[in-house]
């Protein structure tokens, strides 16, 4: 399929197996701008035979009609275009199939959209392709990006080296951005899948192995994609219902009570022992009741449900029902959470939110900002204390009272949450980790850790101003400070934290970036970090 003129291409099928698979996967594809995202998915389109009828061919012919190369990249447009009137294959995404399942890629129209499906989790990809342009070779975008798979929790990454038929299919160029790339992925905690050589426009290594690259042995990139793991369906998931009310029977004599909600993921049968979280009181399920209809033996993912225990327990909404030998939800009260923020004001610490997660409702403070991305240009900052409109962020929250959850990883309908701020949903997110309570200083508060750009050792305001935030509640303060070596110095910095001490660190400018890495191997729940940063 390579090295051969466009002409001379011979096209598969343009036609749809007789029954597509039924097990799905969703796929998003990021990259800078221009690096041939638009090119790969259309020619895995073209190349799967998942293109209605008669699609390429039109493309084609109008490409001649109008004097203009041929372009993959075209068909995906097209395809958007007839979505937009409403004449389309499918009613709301694009689709590729290959022999073991569906792929549904998520539309990524643009950077803020893409964030806010997926931290809200509208649409959550689960799985990603990056696409580097081997020629241009890593621009800003790609970290980004790069960054974002590991922030949002993509797990199954592969990254693409793509028009590599404009480096000659050259092994070394593949390998320096494989090292260069992979390194870059290490720090931000992507672990990719595999690095990808291939041409879109060609089609190398994309469903067909590349005659070309004949030194490459691993997956194509549909082989890849291949051999991720699908989405559970909810129903394989531990059972999880938010109760939404509890109801009394009427009848005279009857003290049984309806506990009611809508199941999230697994199942629930007559005779299950449920436990009910973050109280951990536990009964038996008597029956399942249905409004209007005759009682179901069980239930599952996606039900409107009301069931009946053996014992009157006190059970109130806001709490999670699970079932007694699946893994249960976690109760806790810090959460550290990534977040997206909508509200007019930002997001500020000494303020009070509502979050809701589930059915309950708890009062929740900002208790510090880890990092924030800017959505609409993804300027990264690392040390803002605040969270404005369009940002996303990795943050903790503290509740007053601790609320039943799932971490995203494990179960992403219990994990996600809205904060409400004066009445109105100004943000929303997922629980990434249960913070846990801090209890390394002698208050059981978390140390506190100052990083200061210094020039020639000197303190300025902005420094100076964070010695009541160091030494608030008694914590004893230490600063260090001096030369260019950065690694004893951080050695004794970490020493003191675990100690429960603050800390002031002064470092020389040009160490930001390393000791920005350093930071981030902190554990945001025991350790505070600020910045100050010299103006330059
Ligand atoms: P996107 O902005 O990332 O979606 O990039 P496009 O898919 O629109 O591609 C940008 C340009 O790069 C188009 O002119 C493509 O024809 C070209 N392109 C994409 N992939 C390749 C490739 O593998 N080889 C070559 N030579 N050009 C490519």
């Known amino acids: 399929m390579t090295m051969v003129s466009p002409a001379a ?13 039924t097990e799905r996967l969703s796929l998003v594809v990021v990259g800078h701008v221009d690096h041939g995202k638009s090119t790969i ?30 372009e993959y990249a075209f068909l995906l447009d097209a395809l958007k275009d007839e979505r937009a009137q ?33 931290v809200s989790g509208a649409a959550r990809a689960a799985s990603a392709f990056l696409v580097i342009d081997a020629r241009e070779g890593i621009q800003e975008n790609t970290r980004r990006h790069g960054y974002l798979m590991g922030m949002l929790g993509i797990r199954q990454v592969a990254v693409l080296i793509n028009k590599m038929d404009l480096v000659n299919y050259d092994e070394r160029a593949y390998r ?49 994609l291949d051999g991720f793991s699908p989405e ?80 009157q327990i006190y059970v109130a909404r806001g709490q999670i029902a699970a079932r007694e030998g699946e893994p249960a939800p976690k109760a806790a009260s810090r959460l550290a959470v990534s977040l997206f923020w909508l509200g007019k004001r930002p997001l500020v610490t000494g303020r009070d939110y509502i ?60 994990s996600r949450f809205v904060l409400v701020d004066d009445y109105e949903i100004s943000g929303g997110g997922i629980v990434r980790s249960v913070a846990g309570e801090p209890g390394r200083s002698a208050l059981g508060l978390p140390s506190r850790l100052a990083v200061v750009e210094e020039v020639e050792q000197e303190l300025d305001a902005d420094a100076a101003s964070l010695g009541p935030w160091l030494a608030a509640e008694d914590r004893v303060v230490y600063r260090l400070a001096g030369g260019r070596e950065v690694e004893p110095l ?16 002064g470092i020389a400018p040009d160490a930001r970036e390393q000791v920005s890495r350093l930071t981030r191997s902190l554990d945001p729940a025991r350790v505070e970090t600020r910045w100050v940063t010299a103006a330059s």
């Open 232 to 311: 559970p369906t909810p129903l394989e998931k531990p059972f999880r219902m938010p109760v939404q009310d509890v109801y009394k029977f009427t009848a005279q004599g009857d003290d049984r009570r309806i506990i009611a909600g809508t199941v999230e993921s697994g199942r629930l049968a007559v005779g299950d022992t449920v436990v009910f979280h973050p109280s951990g009181k536990r009964s038996r399920v008597r029956s399942i009741e249905k409004f209007n209809g005759s009682a179901p033996p069980h239930t599952g993912a996606g039900s409107a449900t009301g069931f009946t225990l053996d014992e």
């Open 490 to 505: 951080w050695a004794a910095a970490v020493m003191l934290l675990e100690a429960g001490a603050s800390v002031l660190l």
């Open 41 to 70: 998915i259309g020619r895995l389109l073209a190349d799967t035979g998942s293109l209605p009828d008669g699609k390429l061919e039109q493309i084609r012919q109008l490409c001649a009609r109008t004097a203009r190369p041929f």
């Open 9 to 21: 291409v011979t096209y598969p099928p343009t036609r749809l197996p007789a029954s597509p698979p």
């Open 355 to 414: 979050l809701k997660l589930g059915s309950a409702r708890v009062r929740a403070r900002l208790e510090s900002v880890e990092r924030v991305i800017d959505a609409s240009d993804l300027e990264l900052t690392e040390h803002k204390p605040r969270v404005d409109r369009h940002d996303v962020a990795d943050c903790i929250l503290r509740l007053k009272t601790p609320v039943a959850l799932d971490l995203v990883d494990e179960l992403a309908g219990t």
């Open 86 to 118: 409403g004449i389309t294959i499918d009613s709301a995404r694009v689709f590729f199939t290959s022999a073991k399942r569906t792929y549904v890629i998520i539309d990524a129209p643009g950077h803020i959209e893409f964030l806010k499906n997926m």
């Open 176 to 224: 320096s951005l494989v090292v260069e790339f992979g390194r870059f992925l290490g720090q931000v905690g992507v672990v990719p899948a595999g690095f990808i050589p291939v041409s879109g426009a060609q089609g190398d290594n994309l469903t067909e192995p590349s005659a070309a690259m004949s030194w490459y042995r691993g997956p194509t990139a549909l082989e890849m």
